[in-house]
């Protein structure tokens, strides 16, 4: 079956740190693939997403680049603030008919940007 | 536009009563997805459902847990006789016609104790 594998947190930066989460997947076919933030106490929200090969999603500074041959989908910015704090979901959705695209997550990776 | 509404945000259950967990999709959306987070872990998949038709549930428990989506009023989650390994955010989720991309709502917290 589908999974999704993500690098095990927590992670610590400083402000202003550069920062990769892992993602990698397992599935048939060509699944679409997203990042969630989940902030304390609230619901999931989206961050990006890509759809095909070398697809690259953005937002907010945040960056991932759907990678077929290695079967990925890693998380990046440039430069994190405190703001940044948060947990973050790697997830896939592939089409499984009648309009049903139900995810797969990760784990989530715990994220803590000190000042 | 209003986002994805659940209430409510909070529940606190004793084992064995019933717990009914609300979502109303944004404006637009018929397709609604519920999932579960369990402490620590990452959200599982329980039921996708349109409009008075369970789509998918090849998620949900066997026993004890139900869901419809009527045409009218709100997506309802329903657990019965709730034990303790029940206790978890429960999420739900929604999509327009044909879309893929899911919105999801502030979850309720389900705490059975």
């Known amino acids: 079956g589908d999974s999704v594998t993500q690098m095990e947190g927590p992670v610590t930066l400083s402000e202003e740190a550069f920062l990769t989460i892992n993602c990698t997947y397992t599935?048939?076919?060509?699944?679409?693939l997203f990042w969630y933030v989940q902030y304390p106490g609230e619901g999931l929200q989206l961050l990006l997403k890509?759809?095909?090969?070398?697809d690259k999603g953005s937002n907010k500074g945040f960056e991932a680049t759907y990678r077929k041959e290695t079967t990925s989908f890693h998380l990046e910015k440039g430069s994190v603030q405190v703001s940044d704090s948060a947990v973050y979901f790697c997830a896939l959705s592939r089409y499984s008919g009648g309009s049903n695209y139900k995810l797969t997550f990760g784990k989530g990776t715990l994220l803590t940007v000190n000042p | 536009n209003a986002g994805v509404m659940q209430n409510p945000r909070h529940l606190v259950r004793r084992r064995g009563q019933e717990a009914r967990l609300r979502c109303s999709p944004m404006k637009g959306h018929s397709h609604v997805y519920w999932y579960r987070q369990l402490p620590e872990e990452g959200l599982k998949f329980m039921v996708y459902l349109q409009k008075e038709n369970i789509i998918d549930e090849s998620g949900m428990p066997k026993e004890r847990f139900s869901a419809e989506f009527p045409k009218e009023g709100p997506s309802i989650l329903r657990i019965q006789q709730v034990v303790r390994g029940d206790s978890a955010a429960y999420f739900c989720?929604?999509?327009?016609?044909?879309?893929?991309?899911?919105?999801f709502g502030p979850g309720t917290r389900l705490l059975v104790l």
């Open positions: 599935a048939t076919g060509y699944p679409s």
């Open positions: 890509a759809t095909k090969a070398d």
């Open positions: 989720a929604s999509s327009p016609p044909l879309g893929e991309t899911q919105y």
